[in-house]
């Protein structure tokens, strides 16, 4: 079977697998480890093995036996799900421009001064705090 490229977008429920998995040390977990994530409802056991099956086949995850149980792994960083993410978001929404996306998002939020000036020193940094 041929494995679904790495930049298919995660739905709501994956991307919250994807967050707890993250979280883990190493970035790697037990279906029990990653199950504590959640809060209560938790999902059935089956529900969040489903999710996992997706994540693999969408290459978000990997696993490895250990034992008779799977030790899951996250095979994509939060950042690079994150700039794959948000790079399509500009493509799709602002014709690629980086400037449209900011503008938007300038024009639509309540920025404090703080945070305009905050802004206006990671542009000028290159992106460094």
Same mark, same amino acid.
């Given at each position: 079977?041929?494995?679904?490229?790495?930049? !298919?977008? $995660?739905?709501?429920?994956?991307?919250?697998?994807?967050?707890?998995?993250?979280?883990?040390?190493?970035?790697?977990?037990?279906?029990?480890?990653?199950?504590?994530?959640?809060?209560?409802?938790?999902?059935? $056991? =089956? =529900?969040?093995?489903? @999710?996992?099956?997706?994540?693999?086949? !969408?290459?978000?995850?990997?696993?490895? !036996?250990?034992?008779?149980?799977?030790?899951?792994?996250?095979?994509?960083?939060?950042?690079?799900?994150?700039?794959?993410?948000?790079?399509?978001?500009?493509?799709? @929404?602002?014709?690629?421009?980086?400037?449209?996306?900011?503008?938007?998002?300038?024009?639509?939020?309540?920025?404090? !001064?703080?945070?305009?000036?905050?802004?206006?020193? $990671?542009?000028?940094?290159?992106?460094?705090?």
């Amino acid at each position: 079977m041929e494995k679904k490229e790495k930049t !298919k977008m $995660l739905t709501p429920a994956e991307m919250r697998v994807m967050q707890i998995l993250w979280s883990l040390p190493e970035q790697r977990g037990f279906a029990a480890d990653i199950m504590e994530g959640f809060e209560m409802p938790r999902p059935a $056991l =089956t =529900t969040l093995l489903t @999710f996992l099956k997706i994540l693999t086949e !969408k290459g978000y995850v990997t696993s490895e !036996k250990v034992g008779r149980s799977h030790r899951f792994i996250a095979a994509v960083s939060s950042d690079d799900y994150t700039a794959t993410y948000m790079t399509d978001a500009k493509n799709t @929404f602002f014709g690629g421009s980086l400037a449209s996306l900011v503008s938007f998002f300038a024009q639509r939020e309540n920025l404090s !001064k703080e945070e305009r000036e905050e802004i206006i020193r $990671l542009i000028q940094n290159g992106g460094q705090s």
